[in-house]
């Protein structure tokens, strides 16, 4: 089971960057598509939380969750706001499409777990999940971002997920 759920993390991360050997690189994105990048995986990772509400009687996992739901919910609050203020709209592009197809796929592994293989599915998840995404947004998306207000959301969101990546590394080792 160990082995198995590695793997399927391991797989969730290649996964997340899997369009990137067909289309373009995640580098090349306008602040645009980057702002829709990141508005689409915090709304993914809120519904892996509402499914880890829905699922898991963990109390760990359960406030982990509502964590995942405050605090993307807080971000994407943010975003739309400075969008609105900078009269833009955010771009979809391959990225934020391959998160979507992949969030599906893995929301529907998910949601036909139970008990201790759903904690500890879902708690790999988002171990992967973070660190995958906090690499593009420090190492593509920080560099590259050309508006000053948008790089700041970006930066101050990044320090917000590290600390989630750091408690879902917590969480894994708990549930193993």
């Given at each position: 089971m160990k082995i198995k759920s590695s793997l399927m993390a391991m797989g969730l991360a290649v996964s997340l960057f899997h369009a990137t050997a067909f289309a373009q690189s995640p580098a090349e994105l306008n602040d645009l598509e980057i702002a829709h990048v990141a508005y689409v995986a915090d709304n993914i990772d809120?519904?892996?939380?509402?499914?880890?509400?829905?699922?898991?009687?963990?109390?760990e996992v359960r406030e982990f969750a509502n964590t995942m739901i405050r605090d993307h919910e807080a971000v994407n609050e943010q975003a739309l706001a400075l969008l609105k203020k900078l009269n833009a709209q955010p771009q979809d592009n391959f990225l934020?499409?391959?998160?979507?197809?992949?969030?599906?796929?893995?929301?529907?592994?998910?949601?036909?777990?139970?008990?201790?293989?759903?904690?500890?599915?879902?708690?790999?998840?988002?171990l992967a999940y973070h660190k995958a995404v906090n690499d593009l947004v420090e190492n593509a998306f920080i560099p590259n971002i050309e508006n000053a207000e948008v790089k700041a959301l970006f930066e101050a969101g990044l320090q917000i997920f590290k600390a989630h990546e750091g408690h879902a590394t917590m969480m894994v080792g708990k549930l193993k």
């Amino acid at each position: 089971m160990k082995i198995k759920s590695s793997l399927m993390a391991m797989g969730l991360a290649v996964s997340l960057f899997h369009a990137t050997a067909f289309a373009q690189s995640p580098a090349e994105l306008n602040d645009l598509e980057i702002a829709h990048v990141a508005y689409v995986a915090d709304n993914i990772d809120i519904r892996y939380a509402h499914l880890a509400l829905a699922i898991s009687k963990n109390p760990e996992v359960r406030e982990f969750a509502n964590t995942m739901i405050r605090d993307h919910e807080a971000v994407n609050e943010q975003a739309l706001a400075l969008l609105k203020k900078l009269n833009a709209q955010p771009q979809d592009n391959f990225l934020s499409k391959s998160l979507q197809i992949n969030a599906e796929k893995l929301i529907d592994e998910m949601s036909k777990l139970r008990g201790d293989e759903f904690d500890k599915r879902y708690a790999a998840n988002e171990l992967a999940y973070h660190k995958a995404v906090n690499d593009l947004v420090e190492n593509a998306f920080i560099p590259n971002i050309e508006n000053a207000e948008v790089k700041a959301l970006f930066e101050a969101g990044l320090q917000i997920f590290k600390a989630h990546e750091g408690h879902a590394t917590m969480m894994v080792g708990k549930l193993k």
